[in-house]
T-cell receptor
């Protein structure tokens, strides 16, 4: 079952914050976040494992709520380089530990 | 340290021809995954391979599609007798172990005319 991402698209001015959500109807083992710019390869951002941990890297962080089966990606003080489509990939807790099911993506546009 | 290398970047095939997509994983990575992406869609899992073994091909159509990852050389995704519906971007990813970060290649954009 494909995870649902929201919003589908968001437009920001440089310096503004954004939150991207990823929800699944299944129990999750892990959530993987990627950013893809048009015509390029998806770039790995971070993995979150069940346990509700929060991870961060500079101004991009994420949380994973195992009970709610959802993850959120937080982008603070956005930069122009943050523009792209963000995908979450989920791994079911009862499934294999390698196959990711990706959402349809959230298109983030950061304007000057 | 080179990343995941895919070639060709663009491939045009006529209906009924064969398409061969190649993927060289990152150095030290023995786990390879193939995904297909349609415009405005997410990535759809096709197949997971380790050296010389297909671990899971549940996302791959039963007919016309095959994948291999030989002991020597790149992983190959082969599509026989291509049809218009096969037009898509095909991405390969590799990881050192299962469920660690997977790094994607630039993709092969297949167009069937």
């Amino acid at each position: 079952q494909q995870p649902v991402q929201s919003p589908q698209a968001v437009i920001l001015r440089e310096g503004e914050d954004a939150v991207i959500n990823c929800s699944s109807s299944k129990a999750l083992y892990s959530v993987h976040w990627y950013r893809q710019k048009h015509g390029e390869a998806p770039v790995f951002l971070m993995i979150l494992l069940k346990g509700g941990e929060q991870k961060g890297h500079e101004k991009i962080s994420a949380s994973f709520n195992e009970k709610k089966q959802q993850s959120s990606l937080y982008l603070t003080a956005s930069q122009l380089s943050y523009s792209g489509t963000y995908f979450c990939g989920t791994e079911d807790s009862g499934g294999s530990n390698y196959k990711l099911t990706f959402g349809k993506g959230t298109l983030l546009t950061v304007n000057p | 340290n080179a990343g995941v290398m895919q070639n060709p970047r663009h491939l045009v095939r006529r209906r009924g021809q064969e398409a061969r997509l190649r993927c060289s994983p990152m150095k030290g990575h023995s786990h390879v995954y193939w995904y297909r992406q349609l415009p405005e869609e997410g990535l759809k899992f096709m197949v997971y391979l380790q050296k010389e073994n297909i671990i899971d091909e549940s996302g791959m159509p039963k007919e016309r599609f095959s994948a291999e990852f030989p002991k020597e050389g790149p992983s190959i995704l082969r599509i026989q007798q291509v049809v218009r519906g096969d037009s898509a971007a095909y991405f390969c990813a590799s990881s050192r172990t299962p469920n660690t970060e997977a790094f994607f290649g630039q993709g092969t954009r297949l167009t069937v005319v």
